[in-house]
């Protein structure tokens, strides 16, 4: 065979089909590899050809970031594995829009400008103390969201343009009777039960072990009498924390940024309103009256009801809580108790009181000022740390060890030998050079680095951090009399446990040849009680206990369960099944209905985009959102 192979290759049909066989690899492969060498695609993602940028995927990621912080406060902070993911939720969503924008573009929608204004002016957070749209709010969001006027509009335009595509799918989406009644007889289902607890507390006192008994528990549960796992380790940490103690905050800074950020220092006056509105003005007169002559909130609504309107708590509000700037006016003009004129607006006619008056309060230079002197160190700080950090990186690379790269750049230093938790063998936590919050991060990296890898700078929550593990002591079986109190003390426990599984066994067994649970407990000399109306949430169940809720409602009646609860067991048996009523429930239903259509709704959405992303073409580029997820 070989023979007439070789054979084979010599002749010009084979030498032919290799020539093809190049060729094919040539415009096919290699053409390839030397596209992407040459000329790399750049581009986080591709729909349809359309490229979506590097430069649009650092502004979508910029932005949640911003957002992020804005909410989190200084509890944010964007390590890599967040940016990461913050990263792909950016891409994601980027993809998505081109696949929404290209399916209006097919669709031929397209927004006005009078449509785009409308929208715009009609957004609350534009709006000023006057209730209008106020020129500088807005540009005041564009900084603070780093975008150009330009540029949002554009986005706010492509977003209508996107709604009027999604709210079309979703316009279809009913929640019929036939899927919301039977949801909501299984949603309202309660059941009856016969119910038995054992507590371990309550078990009888086990008779006292032998040391050979405790000896062989000892030996059987070594996770319980083990020591932890120590490592001895040197730790480099460089921090926001430690870089503002280098540096210096001047009065004038402190003095700006107070200026800057007083909005952030002040509380706007509130106050408690109570509120009656009726369509005649007349009326309104008489409600004020009434209500300055002392009457309720309760003969005030009833006196509104029968002029056509209603009355109720408006809670505690600032100026700004009030959409309409005169009934602000109004409400704030007014001393505590006091009621005002009836005013106008487009609603009908308003009576308001003052229950309750709130100062404003503003906090004082004085009292923010070494607050201010913190945050302003820590953010110029936080500025430094990378500079910072490429140096320490540097000479790490170049062989200096971190006693040295502390001492010359100023990182907190320790050397410890502790376990997972930063005890030390006496059960004494460690001295670590971060603050409190930072240590389970820091004690995180270390039992992350392998013994005797060369130490290198690494962010984590704890900051920038380099590890070097000297040794590690493996878990080991702690000496029977060093534990004895405590193997003792567990024996005891477990034999407890096992008495009280036995008892709920034998009640099973039971319950399940045919015996009613409740006759069953009176034997073996335990209480049980009936407990009625036990729905599906534990904040339905009452006094049943809630690892038994899930079990309960997969039985049929008559049935029987037992399960292990958090502080022994508990043997159930079901007397009676409720189904849950509609008919007899009209606000749940339609509630259930709203609920249903809803999330029908947001199913045929979800559905409808995938459908769309699916014959879009869309093509990630891993490589550029590795690049775009790097600090």
Known sequence: MLTALRRLAGTWVAKALFVLLILSFAVWGIGDMAK????????????????VTLEEGQRALQREIQRLARQLGPQFESDPRIRRVLAEQ???QLVLD???????????????????????FGIEGFRGLDGRFSAPVFQNFLRNNGLTEDGFLALVRADLARQQVSMAVRAGATGPDALAKPLLRWIAEQRSLTLVTLPIVTAPEPPAPEE??????????????????????????LTADLLSREVAVSEAEIQAAYD??????????????????????????????????????????????????????LGLVDRAGLPVPELAAAAFAVAEGGVTDPVRTAFGWHVLKVEKVEPGTTRSLAELHDQIRRDLAMEKA????????????????????????????????????????????????????????SRAPLLKAVFATDRGAAPRLQETEAGFVAVEVQEVTPPALRPFESVEPAV?????????????????????????AGKPLAEAAQEAGLGSREVG????????????????????FELAAKDVTMVPTRDGFAVAQVLEITPGDPEADKPALDRLKREVEQAVAQDLEVQFVGALRARSDVRLNPRMLDVLAQP
């Open 36 to 51: 992407n060498l040459f000329a790399p695609d750049t581009s986080l993602a591709r729909v349809q050809g359309d490229p």
């Open 90 to 92: 950016a891409v994601d």
């Open 98 to 120: 081109r696949v929404l924008r290209v399916e209006a573009q097919r669709l031929g929608i397209a927004v006005p400008d009078a449509a785009l204004r409308d929208f715009i």
């Open 212 to 237: 050979a008994q405790l000896r062989r528990f000892h030996e059987n549960n070594p996770e319980r009498f083990s020591s932890p796992e120590y490592r001895s380790a040197t730790v480099a940490v």
């Open 260 to 313: 800057a950020r007083r909005g952030q220092y002040e509380t706007p006056e509130r106050r408690n309103l109570a509120q009656a509105l009726v369509p005649d003005e007349a009326k309104a007169k008489e409600i004020a009256e009434a209500w300055r002559g002392g009457a309720d909130l309760e003969a005030v609504s009833a006196q509104a009801q029968a002029a056509g309107g209603q009355a109720l708590e």
């Open 382 to 437: 936080a500025d430094i740390a990378f500079e910072r950090a490429n140096k320490v990186e540097d000479a790490l690379a170049g062989g200096a060890t971190l006693a040295e790269v502390a001492q010359r750049y100023g990182l907190g230093l320790a050397r410890f030998r502790a376990d997972a938790e930063g005890l030390d063998a006496d059960g004494k936590p460690v001295e670590l050079p971060v603050i409190e919050a």
């Open 488 to 512: 003792r003390a567990a024996w005891e426990q477990d034999a407890r446990r096992r008495a009280q599984e036995e008892r709920a066994a034998a009640l099973l067994a039971a319950a399940k």
């Open 533 to 552: 109306a036990v729905g599906r949430t534990p904040q339905q169940a009452g006094v049943v206990p809630p690892e038994l809720l899930a079990p309960v």
